[in-house]
């Protein structure tokens, strides 16, 4: 069975500082994808970058990048130049591959920008 | 180019009725999924479908079914509403390329009150 873990319930940055949010995963198969979606307080669910397992190098989205670590097991999202429009949950989730793109979810991020 | 849509957005109802959550996509995808995500949580997976006539279960599918006659629709009835089913409930969908992201696309969420 895969897990995701997001270990920081909320976290607080200034406006145009960089920060990062955790996630680490758990799975046994080779092959799998990960994921950080933004869920502002509207609710909508927002796709903002993605990392295949054999990806040789970090995806990177605008100001959005995800620090692989596969050895580790952990697929952080690094906000870079922190807007408000960034305060919202985050959530990381992973799709094992053949599994018809189910993805599981961690409990998400708080993340609230400051001035 | 409306991709996937929810209805109702709210909705109350009292322990013991029934309903159906109607969702529906114009993007031909044929992977679709039904989401709850309780308050302060992750999602998790009800039930799936991978075409058309075609569905199974997820994580949590106690207390729900769910049909795919046709490629756009796949609605989630759910029967003799509990307490514990009050959540916010999001439909999604993605089109299968194989290896790759395969981009879930959500609807904009139902929320759903049992009292």
């Known amino acids: 069975a895969q897990k995701i873990t997001q270990t920081q319930p909320g976290m607080f940055v200034q406006e145009k500082e960089a920060v990062t949010l955790d996630c680490t995963y758990d799975t046994s198969d080779p092959s799998y994808g990960l994921f950080w979606y933004k869920q502002p307080s509207s609710g909508e669910m927002i796709f903002l970058i993605y990392?295949?397992?054999?990806?040789?190098q970090n995806a990177t989205e605008g100001r959005y990048s995800l620090n692989f670590q596969k050895a580790r097991k952990s697929a952080n999202l690094v906000i870079s130049a922190s807007q408000l429009g960034d305060s919202a949950m985050y959530f990381c989730?992973?799709?094992?591959?053949?599994?018809?793109?189910?993805?599981?979810f961690g409990t998400g991020t708080r993340l609230q920008v400051t001035l | 180019n409306a991709g996937v849509t929810q209805t109702p957005k709210f909705r109350i109802l009292k322990i013991g009725q029934s309903m159906t959550l109607q969702c529906t996509q114009d993007m031909n995808h044929n992977y679709m999924y039904w989401y709850r995500q309780d308050p302060g949580m992750g999602l998790k997976l009800i039930y799936y479908s991978v075409g058309a006539g075609i569905t199974d279960k997820g994580e949590v599918p106690n207390g729900y079914n769910v049909s795919r006659s046709t490629t756009e629709d796949f609605p989630l009835r759910l029967e003799l509403a509990a307490p514990s089913q009050t959540s916010v409930y999001f439909c999604?969908?993605?089109?299968?390329?194989?290896?790759?992201?395969?981009?879930?696309?959500f609807g904009a969420g139902s929320r759903l009150t049992v009292l």
């Open positions: 989730a992973m799709r094992v591959t053949g599994t018809a793109s189910k993805l599981t």
């Open positions: 990392q295949g397992s054999y990806d040789q």
């Open positions: 999604a969908s993605s089109y299968k390329t194989g290896v790759g992201a395969n981009v879930l696309t």
